[in-house]
């Protein structure tokens, strides 16, 4: 696109944005004259990777409840904010949330510009650009997954993905304004979310059709993708033990898979049944009669769940917590999944 082209493409799309705008609860609607505030579009941005945002919403209302400021988040203790992300998933973001907050708030708080964004903890390329645009008005070039389809289809860039990522950043940068920045990503967002969605796009409804090289001409088809390999395949057990009205849950190390998350016992998650694998306490062990299926970033995994109960024994020390509150303990979606199994099913001790 020409330079007047471009100026002409961000009038209609900031048009368009100023009437459709998405209400989201980190947003400040366009025309407002409040400024956003980094913290919320810091931690709205960390929820929204790989996550969709009808997910984050409620998340996103129970955490500025909780801990309203960047300030209060650095206070936190690390197991409450793990806990209260339970469900989100790449919980490696929890451990940096709290490590990037205490950063912003030891040097009095969040930076500006891309560069010195991207210093912080769990703040990546794509992070620093979007907090630097929308909460600092830089004209930094904010491209997500719906930014990059927007682009695919605007200039018919037919190179399969993840191939075309380069280009698709060039397109987008030559359409970056230097007035509304912020206003710019988000519309393109939002357009990307609303209008041009993967199926069904609604092309004679979008602002800037008259610009788009792929209108009528199936726009759904982009961006192109290549077919992706199976993922590995990885099993493991877990153990479901109570005593009582309690169940024996753990905190799993900080590094690695699901670190600083409550959990039920676990095996390694491994290529073969772990035909080794320990129990937390000797007692009767029924397998349950489903393993729980669930799919990792980089792995499928098929987790056996045994279940005991040693109520006629001492209880052994740990980490106990109430089966009938079980929902609120904060575990990670893979050990929720396996927790439900064990409630649901009809199981005893041998």
């Given amino acids: 696109m020409s330079t007047i082209e471009a100026s002409v493409f961000q009038c209609a799309l900031l048009g368009w944005y100023d009437v459709h705008a998405r209400a989201l609860p980190w947003r400040v609607p366009p025309g407002s004259q409040a400024r956003p505030d980094p913290y919320r579009i810091w931690l709205s941005e960390i929820m929204l990777q790989q996550t969709v945002v009808a997910t984050v919403k409620d998340y996103f209302y129970k955490f500025t409840t909780r801990w309203p400021t960047v300030e209060a988040l650095a206070q936190a203790p690390e197991e409450d904010v793990f806990a209260a992300w339970a469900g989100l998933g790449y919980y490696a973001r929890a451990r940096n949330l709290v490590a990037c907050a205490r950063?912003?708030?030891?040097?009095?708080?969040?930076?500006?510009?891309?560069?010195?964004?991207?210093?912080?903890?769990?703040?990546?390329?794509?992070?620093?650009?979007?907090?630097?645009?929308?909460?600092?008005?830089?004209?930094?070039?904010?491209?997500?997954?719906?930014?990059?389809?927007?682009?695919?289809?605007?200039?018919?860039?037919?190179?399969?993905?993840?191939?075309?990522?380069?280009?698709?950043?060039?397109?987008?940068?030559?359409?970056?304004?230097?007035?509304?920045?912020?206003?710019?990503?988000?519309?393109?967002?939002?357009?990307?979310?609303?209008?041009?969605?993967?199926?069904?796009?609604?092309?004679?409804?979008?602002?800037?059709?008259?610009?788009?090289?792929?209108?009528?001409?199936?726009?759904?088809?982009?961006p192109r993708k290549r077919k992706k390999a199976p993922k590995p395949e990885r099993v493991g057990t877990a153990w479901w033990l109570t005593h009582g009205p309690d169940v024996l849950l753990v905190t799993r190390p900080a590094k690695g898979l699901l670190g600083g998350m409550r959990a039920l016992p676990a095996s390694d998650f491994l290529t073969t049944p772990p035909s080794a694998a320990i129990p937390p306490a000797a007692a009767d062990w029924t397998q349950l009669p489903r393993p729980v299926s669930h799919i990792f970033t980089h792995f499928r995994l098929t987790l056996i769940v045994m279940a005991a109960d040693i109520s006629g024994s001492p209880r052994p020390d740990g980490l106990w917590h109430s089966v009938t509150d079980i929902e609120n303990a904060g575990l990670p979606t893979l050990f929720a999944k396996a927790a439900r199994l064990a409630m649901a099913t009809k199981w005893s001790t041998k």
Wanted: proline share 10%; net charge neutral; aromatic share 4%.
């Fill in 103 to 222: 950063q912003v708030v030891a040097r009095g708080g969040f930076p500006d510009t891309e560069e010195e964004l991207r210093t912080l903890p769990g703040i990546g390329p794509y992070t620093a650009a979007a907090v630097a645009s929308i909460a600092f008005g830089r004209p930094s070039v904010v491209v997500d997954g719906n930014v990059e389809r927007v682009m695919a289809r605007l200039f018919a860039v037919e190179t399969p993905m993840p191939d075309a990522k380069r280009d698709l950043a060039r397109h987008a940068a030559s359409l970056t304004p230097v007035h509304r920045p912020g206003d710019h990503a988000q519309a393109l967002m939002d357009l990307g979310a609303t209008i041009c969605r993967p199926t069904s796009a609604l092309c004679l409804a979008c602002p800037v059709r008259p610009f788009c090289k792929a209108a009528g001409h199936s726009p759904e088809r982009l």
